[in-house]
C-alpha cells in the first residue's frame, strides 16, 4: 500500500521559514517524479513545485520561485519542501504527490497517482 506522509505543519510569521518532509512508502521512489501542491479552501488545488526522478529537473510555480527550494533523499524515500520568506498568501494546506513517470514531469494535478493526507501551513502577517 502506497502511503505519502507529510510533516512539518507549522504557524510562522511573515517572512519566517518553514520545512516540509513527505515520506513514501509502498512504492519504487525513484521511478517517481515528486510533486508540492497546495490548497485553500473554496480554491482548486494549485501547483507548487516538482522534482525529476533523479532531482535533475525542477519546475517551481512563479509565485514561489526564488522563495521555495524542493529537493529529494532517494536513500531515504523523502522529498522536502523548503519555504523562505514566507508570505500570508502562501497559508493553504500542502500536499505532496508522486507520479510514476520515466521522465516527463507535469504542474498538472490529474497527472499524479499518489497523495498524501496534507499539512496545514499557516503565515501569519
Known amino acids: 500500500q502506497v502511503q505519502l506522509v507529510e510533516s512539518g505543519r507549522g504557524l510562522v510569521q511573515a517572512g519566517g521559514s518553514l520545512r516540509l518532509s513527505c515520506a513514501a512508502s509502498?512504492?519504487?521512489?525513484?521511478?517517481?517524479?515528486m510533486g508540492w501542491f497546495r490548497q485553500v479552501p473554496g480554491k482548486e488545488r494549485e501547483f507548487v513545485t516538482c522534482?525529476?526522478?533523479?532531482?535533475?529537473?525542477?519546475i517551481y510555480a512563479d509565485s514561489v520561485k526564488g522563495r521555495f527550494t524542493i529537493s529529494r533523499d532517494n536513500a531515504e524515500n523523502t522529498v522536502y519542501l523548503q519555504m523562505n520568506s514566507l508570505k500570508p498568501e502562501d497559508t493553504a494546506v500542502y500536499y505532496c504527490?508522486?507520479?510514476?513517470?520515466?521522465?516527463?514531469?507535469?504542474?498538472?494535478?490529474?497527472?499524479?497517482?499518489?497523495w498524501g493526507q496534507g499539512t496545514q501551513v499557516t503565515v501569519s502577517s
Open positions: 509502498g512504492l519504487t521512489f525513484g521511478n517517481y517524479a
Open positions: 504527490a508522486a507520479r510514476r513517470t520515466l521522465s516527463t514531469l507535469t504542474i498538472t494535478s490529474s497527472g499524479y497517482d499518489y
Open positions: 522534482i525529476s526522478r533523479s532531482g535533475t529537473n525542477i
